[in-house]
């Protein structure tokens, strides 16, 4: 599986963006999907992750309640929309796909190549 991220930006706080991730390959709707994000200096931490279905969704704490993460398997394309942004959210955002999902970026398998976020205050 190929991951493609797009849709990052530079946005003020309070605003939103809304980050996709094209996937190559037939097996994309086998795959839970997950996004991660990294700020400077930081570990890569867990966002959000949806199941092969889209059924089961889970969040950071961080995001809940501005963030909602979507997949579209006919599109091979999962979605990830963010609103109320604040400048803690600043980061390179990674999507990535997995056979078992979680919240650890060790759980996964294939990554894309990120897109940059930025937040200002």
Known sequence: VQL????????QAGGSLRLS???SGRTFSRYT????????G?????VAAITWS??????ADSVK????????????????QMRSLKPEDTGVYYCAASV?????????????QGTEVTVSS
């Open 65 to 80: 309640g501005r963030f909602t993460i979507s997949r579209d398997n006919a599109k091979n394309t999962v979605y990830l």
């Open 33 to 40: 999907m997950g996004w991660f994000r990294q700020a400077p």
């Open 42 to 46: 930081k570990e890569r931490e867990f």
């Open 54 to 59: 889209g059924y089961i969704t889970d969040y």
């Open 4 to 11: 493609q991220a797009s849709g990052g930006g530079l946005v």
């Open 100 to 112: 078992a999902g979680g919240p650890y970026p060790g759980g996964y398998d294939y990554w894309g």
């Open 21 to 23: 991730c094209a996937a």
